[in-house]
Every structure is written in structure tokens, then in C-alpha cells.
């Protein structure tokens, strides 16, 4: 993608808040261009992307912990911003209300959702580790295991349990009577069931737990029952909660409530700046845009942004973001999957597999941000 100069303007300083897919994709673009602050409350950038076989495979969690400093050095700040003051174009930190200025700045906190799918804000890399470590033992003692949730989240970990212990019940309990989300094709979704039915997981949907307030969020060697509004009653050891995924908001929600959606996704415009601030862009998660979120689409906008912040030196037009149709790579286990392109096209397992199932996407982004992947 060529960004029409390569440096930042003379006297700018872009502030990244927000350290996932989106952010670290548009920090590495920025490298060496110019000065540039990305601030992220953790100390490693959580590769969510591969959280759901962190829960069943012992030392995969630490391969989906890039550290910042490796990746970026002086350019990452950890903190937690709290508040954006659009008029005096700076983020204030809630550690002793520092405040860093910027020229331009790029919002990409991207969603909060429950654990293992994410990790609490200000997380660290050990304890991480050791949530999941904890995790694969809670697994590995049940017997039966019921999802909670049968969005793209709750698919994946079923088929990463389903996968590696195939002895086991899996369930899962979802409120809709499509899986992963209303936007896949028939295809996708007939492929997907397919594919749990051969792993033997069982599919009540339409339907919800009832008794939530009820349910242990730990493993319990005595059974325990999950309640359905229509009365279904699955025995467990082991529950765990796939709900939705929300936008985090909170750098933002305070000072910029007028310019959310009512999810809190900032408004944006083809080019991807929030609706009234020129220098103020949004990406991934927390943008409005409409179409599938993603991992890959996240980099995308990043690519965007970052051509079009290069361009600003040259006075040259900027790009405009265009998004495409349903598109998702689905991994159900190393061994299983269904891939969508945006033109409706579904491939399944055989393609899915060598393209995201073997290692969830891990290894690329190691190499993609400049960091080596630790092997043990």
C-alpha cells in the first residue's frame, strides 16, 4: 500500500490508545517515521485471536503475550487513559492524572468481553499464564462442560475442548437459533454445525440459562444444573460464559459521549476520523463501521490510517476506507474449521485448518511485529 511520503509531518506526535490487533498494526506502520506514543494498560499485547487454545493446550497462553517494549520500545507507554480533551488535544492517564499531548491521535481500545476469550484491563503477562493454566486443569477434571454462549467465542472453545478431549460433553446453550452470528451465510452455518455434531457437541438453541445467578464460575467436582427458560436441565461440573463481546469505551465515554453510537462505538467517516475531529481517528472494535469485526479487518483500517496520516505531509488526498461483505475464519480445533470470503464462497475444514486452525494465527503475528515467538 503506498503512503504517499515516508515520514509523519514535521512537529506531529501521534498517540495510539489501545493496544490490540488494530493498534499494534498501525504503530508497526509508524515505525521509524516520526514520533508516535502507543499507551496500553497492559504490558503485552493480548493475541485474543488465540486466548480459546490457551484453555486447553499447556504453554500456548505465553505464545499469545507479545510484550510492547520488544515490539515497540520507546514508543509504548502502559497506562490506562481515562479521559480525552479533544479541545486541549491530549489523553489524561488515571495514574497521577498524567496528561500526554498529540497532534493526531487514533483510538483503537477495541471490546471487553469475559474471560478466556479476554483478559481484565490491567492484567499481567504472569497472571495470565496462570489463568489459563488454571483453566486447562478446570477442563481437564470435568467431565461435562456446558458453553454459555454460541457466538463465535463459545464455537471456538467448543471445538478447541471438543478437539482435545474427546471424551467429554460439551455443550453449548445459545439464545439464537443461528451459531456465531446473523450475518453468515447457510452454508457457513450448515458447515458448522456439521462439524460440532462430528465432534459430538451438543447444540440447545433458542433458548437461555435461567439460573445464571446460580452458576459456579469455577470448576465443582460435585454436579451442579444449568436451567433453561425452556426447562431443559444439563448437569455440569464446569460452566463457562461466551456472552457478547462489548466496546470498551472507557478512554473515551466521558468527554465523548455525543460522538458514540448506542453500542459506544465511535461515529466515523470513510476515512475513518471520528464525525467533527479531523485528527482524531477511530479503529476496529470501537469504530462504527459496518461489517464483520476482525482481526484482519482491524489491520486493514490501521493500513488506512496510516497511509493517509503519511499523505498529510505531501498535502495528498486521503484514502477512504471501504468495507467489504460477511467475512470469517472460523477455527473449531487445530484439525477443523469454515472460512467465509465476502463474496458467500464457504471452505471447510481442509482450507480453514492450513489458513487459522494449526497455530490460531500466532506465528504470523510474532513475525508481523517484529518479535520472536518463544518456543517452550
Known amino acids: 500500500m503506498g503512503n504517499g511520503s515516508s515520514r509523519l509531518p514535521e512537529g506531529s506526535h ?3 490508545v489501545g493496544g490490540g490487533f488494530a493498534g499494534c498494526q498501525l504503530a508497526m506502520r509508524l515505525k521509524d517515521k516520526g514520533k508516535f506514543t502507543l499507551i496500553d494498560s497492559r504490558e503485552a499485547m493480548h493475541m485474543n485471536i488465540g486466548a480459546l487454545r490457551s484453555s486447553v493446550e499447556p504453554g500456548f497462553a505465553k505464545k499469545t503475550l507479545i510484550p510492547y517494549e520488544e515490539m515497540l520500545g520507546d514508543n509504548f507507554k502502559q497506562g490506562v487513559v481515562r479521559a480525552i480533551n479533544l479541545e486541549e488535544k491530549s489523553v489524561v492517564l488515571v495514574a497521577g492524572d498524567e496528561v500526554v499531548h498529540y497532534t493526531h491521535l487514533v483510538i483503537a481500545t477495541g471490546a471487553m468481553g469475559m474471560f478466556p476469550a479476554k483478559l481484565m484491563m490491567t492484567t499481567s503477562t504472569d497472571d495470565a499464564i496462570t489463568l489459563y493454566e488454571k483453566q486447562i486443569e478446570e477442563i481437564r477434571a470435568a467431565q461435562s462442560i456446558v458453553i454459555i454462549g454460541g457466538g463465535a467465542v463459545g464455537v471456538e472453545l467448543a471445538g478447541e475442548i471438543a478437539t482435545e478431549c474427546r471424551e467429554k460433553q460439551v455443550t453449548i446453550i445459545h439464545s439464537r437459533n443461528r451459531l456465531v452470528n446473523n450475518v453468515m451465510n447457510e452454508n457457513f452455518q450448515r458447515e458448522v454445525r456439521d462439524q460440532l455434531n462430528n465432534l459430538n457437541v451438543k447444540l440447545i438453541l433458542g433458548d437461555r440459562a435461567k439460573n445464571l445467578d446460580e452458576v459456579p464460575d469455577d470448576y465443582r467436582p ?8 425452556n426447562g431443559i436441565e444439563v448437569e455440569t461440573e464446569l460452566a463457562i460464559r461466551c456472552t457478547g463481546l462489548k466496546t470498551n469505551s472507557f478512554a473515551y465515554a466521558m468527554t465523548m459521549a455525543e460522538k458514540m453510537n448506542s ?12 464525525i467533527g475531529c479531523d485528527n482524531v481517528y477511530a479503529i476496529g472494535d470501537c469504530n462504527n463501521v459496518l461489517e464483520t469485526k476482525m482481526a484482519y479487518r482491524a489491520g486493514l483500517q490501521a493500513d488506512i490510517v496510516a497511509e493517509n496520516l503519511l499523505k498529510e505531509a505531501t498535502g495528498k488526498p486521503k484514502t477512504a476506507y471501504k468495507p467489504t461483505g460477511p467475512m470469517m475464519v472460523l477455527s473449531l480445533g487445530r484439525n477443523g474449521g469454515v472460512f467465509q470470503l465476502p463474496n458467500g464462497c464457504v471452505f471447510g475444514s481442509f482450507v480453514t485448518k492450513y489458513l487459522k486452525s494449526r497455530d490460531v494465527f500466532v506465528g504470523k503475528y510474532w513475525k508481523d511485529f517484529g518479535v520472536k515467538m518463544p518456543t517452550e
Open 222 to 229: 460435585d454436579k451442579f444444573k444449568v436451567v433453561t427458560e
Open 14 to 16: 501521534v498517540v495510539i
Open 263 to 274: 453500542m459506544g462505538q465511535l461515529k466515523v467517516n470513510e476515512f475513518l476520523q471520528v
